[in-house]
Protein backbone atom coordinates (compact mmCIF):
# COMPACT_ATOMS: atom_id res chain seq x y z
CA UNK A 1 0.00 0.00 0.00
CA UNK A 2 2.55 2.31 0.92
CA UNK A 3 4.87 1.56 -2.11
CA UNK A 4 1.38 2.36 -4.29
CA UNK A 5 1.23 5.55 -2.24
CA UNK A 6 4.97 6.09 -2.89
CA UNK A 7 4.91 5.47 -6.68
CA UNK A 8 1.56 7.82 -6.93
CA UNK A 9 3.66 10.79 -5.25
CA UNK A 10 6.45 10.62 -7.42
CA UNK A 11 4.25 10.32 -10.33
CA UNK A 12 1.90 13.05 -10.13
CA UNK A 13 5.73 15.10 -8.90
CA UNK A 14 7.24 14.34 -12.29
CA UNK A 15 6.93 16.65 -14.83
CA UNK A 16 4.82 14.90 -17.82
CA UNK A 17 5.55 15.16 -21.33
CA UNK A 18 2.36 15.86 -22.54
CA UNK A 19 2.34 19.58 -23.27
CA UNK A 20 -0.50 21.36 -24.60
CA UNK A 21 -1.23 24.09 -26.85
CA UNK A 22 -3.76 26.76 -25.88
CA UNK A 23 -6.02 27.44 -29.27
CA UNK A 24 -8.81 29.98 -30.14
CA UNK A 25 -11.26 30.45 -33.40
CA UNK A 26 -8.85 33.12 -35.22
CA UNK A 27 -6.28 30.57 -34.56
CA UNK A 28 -6.80 28.84 -37.80
CA UNK A 29 -5.70 25.60 -38.53
CA UNK A 30 -2.93 23.76 -35.97
CA UNK A 31 -0.59 20.65 -37.09
CA UNK A 32 -0.52 17.67 -35.16
CA UNK A 33 1.79 14.89 -35.92
CA UNK A 34 1.20 11.06 -35.14
CA UNK A 35 3.25 7.87 -35.59
CA UNK A 36 1.41 4.60 -36.49
CA UNK A 37 -1.88 3.38 -36.09
CA UNK A 38 -2.95 3.27 -32.32
CA UNK A 39 -0.55 6.31 -31.88
CA UNK A 40 -1.65 9.87 -29.65
CA UNK A 41 -1.50 12.81 -31.93
CA UNK A 42 1.97 14.42 -31.63
CA UNK A 43 3.63 10.85 -30.70
CA UNK A 44 5.77 11.11 -33.63
CA UNK A 45 9.66 11.36 -33.43
CA UNK A 46 10.24 10.27 -36.61
CA UNK A 47 9.07 13.55 -37.90
CA UNK A 48 10.70 15.65 -34.69
CA UNK A 49 11.79 15.19 -31.00
CA UNK A 50 11.13 18.85 -30.36
CA UNK A 51 8.47 19.05 -27.67
CA UNK A 52 5.23 19.47 -29.46
CA UNK A 53 1.78 19.51 -27.87
CA UNK A 54 -0.07 16.23 -27.81
CA UNK A 55 -3.07 17.79 -27.23
CA UNK A 56 -5.36 21.64 -27.24
CA UNK A 57 -7.06 23.47 -25.06
CA UNK A 58 -9.44 26.34 -25.43
CA UNK A 59 -12.19 27.69 -23.48
CA UNK A 60 -15.33 28.92 -25.75
CA UNK A 61 -17.63 31.60 -25.10
CA UNK A 62 -20.53 30.27 -27.30
CA UNK A 63 -20.92 27.58 -29.72
CA UNK A 64 -18.00 26.53 -32.45
CA UNK A 65 -17.43 23.84 -34.95
CA UNK A 66 -14.37 21.48 -34.28
CA UNK A 67 -12.62 20.53 -37.25
CA UNK A 68 -10.16 17.54 -37.47
CA UNK A 69 -8.50 16.69 -41.01
CA UNK A 70 -6.23 14.15 -42.44
CA UNK A 71 -2.97 15.64 -44.41
CA UNK A 72 -0.30 14.05 -46.63
CA UNK A 73 -1.04 11.13 -48.11
CA UNK A 74 -4.57 10.23 -47.52
CA UNK A 75 -6.14 6.84 -46.03
CA UNK A 76 -5.25 7.99 -42.06
CA UNK A 77 -8.09 8.20 -39.94
CA UNK A 78 -8.24 9.69 -36.24
CA UNK A 79 -10.11 9.07 -33.32
CA UNK A 80 -11.02 12.43 -31.77
CA UNK A 81 -11.31 13.05 -28.20
CA UNK A 82 -12.96 15.83 -26.20
CA UNK A 83 -12.39 16.36 -22.04
CA UNK A 84 -11.33 12.38 -21.83
CA UNK A 85 -14.71 11.10 -23.82
CA UNK A 86 -14.22 9.72 -27.45
CA UNK A 87 -16.17 12.04 -30.01
CA UNK A 88 -16.12 9.99 -32.15
CA UNK A 89 -14.17 9.13 -35.78
CA UNK A 90 -12.93 11.02 -38.65
CA UNK A 91 -14.49 9.45 -42.28
CA UNK A 92 -13.07 6.46 -43.63
CA UNK A 93 -11.21 6.69 -46.89
CA UNK A 94 -9.91 4.32 -49.05
CA UNK A 95 -6.19 4.93 -49.32
CA UNK A 96 -4.73 6.67 -51.05
CA UNK A 97 -0.65 8.17 -52.47
CA UNK A 98 -2.06 11.65 -53.53
CA UNK A 99 -0.31 13.96 -51.59
CA UNK A 100 -2.26 17.52 -50.78
CA UNK A 101 0.76 18.68 -49.20
CA UNK A 102 0.17 21.03 -46.36
CA UNK A 103 -2.85 22.70 -48.05
CA UNK A 104 -5.46 22.22 -44.78
CA UNK A 105 -8.46 23.70 -46.72
CA UNK A 106 -7.90 21.39 -49.77
CA UNK A 107 -8.23 18.15 -47.60
CA UNK A 108 -10.76 19.09 -45.79
CA UNK A 109 -13.10 19.85 -48.52
CA UNK A 110 -11.80 16.97 -50.56
CA UNK A 111 -14.03 13.74 -50.35
CA UNK A 112 -10.57 12.03 -50.52
CA UNK A 113 -9.28 12.66 -47.05
CA UNK A 114 -10.78 11.76 -43.85
CA UNK A 115 -12.23 14.70 -42.06
CA UNK A 116 -14.77 15.43 -39.48
CA UNK A 117 -16.69 18.35 -37.30
CA UNK A 118 -18.17 18.46 -34.53
CA UNK A 119 -20.03 21.41 -32.74
CA UNK A 120 -19.40 22.36 -29.55
CA UNK A 121 -21.02 24.47 -26.50
CA UNK A 122 -19.67 27.17 -24.55
CA UNK A 123 -17.16 25.47 -22.41
CA UNK A 124 -13.43 24.54 -21.35
CA UNK A 125 -12.01 21.93 -23.60
CA UNK A 126 -9.14 19.35 -23.89
CA UNK A 127 -9.35 18.17 -27.45
CA UNK A 128 -6.73 14.49 -28.18
CA UNK A 129 -6.90 11.97 -30.12
CA UNK A 130 -5.40 8.58 -31.65
CA UNK A 131 -4.36 7.40 -35.13
CA UNK A 132 -6.87 4.94 -35.69
CA UNK A 133 -6.00 3.95 -38.99
CA UNK A 134 -2.66 4.79 -40.58
CA UNK A 135 -1.17 2.82 -44.16
CA UNK A 136 1.15 4.87 -44.36
CA UNK A 137 3.00 4.90 -40.87
CA UNK A 138 4.01 8.37 -39.37
CA UNK A 139 1.43 11.54 -40.89
CA UNK A 140 0.00 14.74 -40.86
CA UNK A 141 -3.15 15.70 -39.32
CA UNK A 142 -4.32 19.26 -38.70
CA UNK A 143 -7.56 20.95 -36.26
CA UNK A 144 -9.05 24.02 -36.13
CA UNK A 145 -12.07 25.84 -34.29
CA UNK A 146 -14.56 27.74 -36.16
CA UNK A 147 -17.07 30.19 -34.62
CA UNK A 148 -20.59 29.18 -35.21
CA UNK A 149 -22.83 32.42 -35.48
CA UNK A 150 -25.25 32.84 -33.14
CA UNK A 151 -29.42 32.58 -33.79
CA UNK A 152 -29.70 35.85 -33.44
CA UNK A 153 -27.32 37.18 -36.08
CA UNK A 154 -28.60 34.30 -38.59
CA UNK A 155 -32.33 36.05 -38.27
CA UNK A 156 -30.99 39.60 -38.32
CA UNK A 157 -28.74 38.57 -41.72
CA UNK A 158 -32.08 36.75 -42.73
CA UNK A 159 -34.50 39.85 -41.80
CA UNK A 160 -32.33 42.59 -43.60
CA UNK A 161 -31.94 39.92 -46.55
CA UNK A 162 -35.85 40.36 -46.64
CA UNK A 163 -35.97 43.99 -46.31
CA UNK A 164 -33.76 44.68 -49.32
CA UNK A 165 -35.69 42.36 -51.76
CA UNK A 166 -38.96 43.69 -50.51
CA UNK A 167 -37.25 47.29 -51.66
CA UNK A 168 -36.14 46.24 -54.78
CA UNK A 169 -39.81 44.67 -55.41
CA UNK A 170 -41.32 47.72 -54.81
CA UNK A 171 -38.96 49.66 -57.41
Known sequence: MIRTLATTA????????????????????????????????????????????TRFEFTLDGPARLDVTDLGLAGDRFEVVVN???????SA????????GLDFDTAFTSPAWSHGSWTLAAGTYTVSGLASDSPFGAGVGAIRLAAVPEPATIALLSAGCCLLGLRRRSR
Open 84 to 90: GVRLGLT
Open 10 to 53: LLALTPTLCLATPITPSDGWQTFYFGDAGSAWLDAPAFDDAALP
Open 93 to 100: MPINDTDV
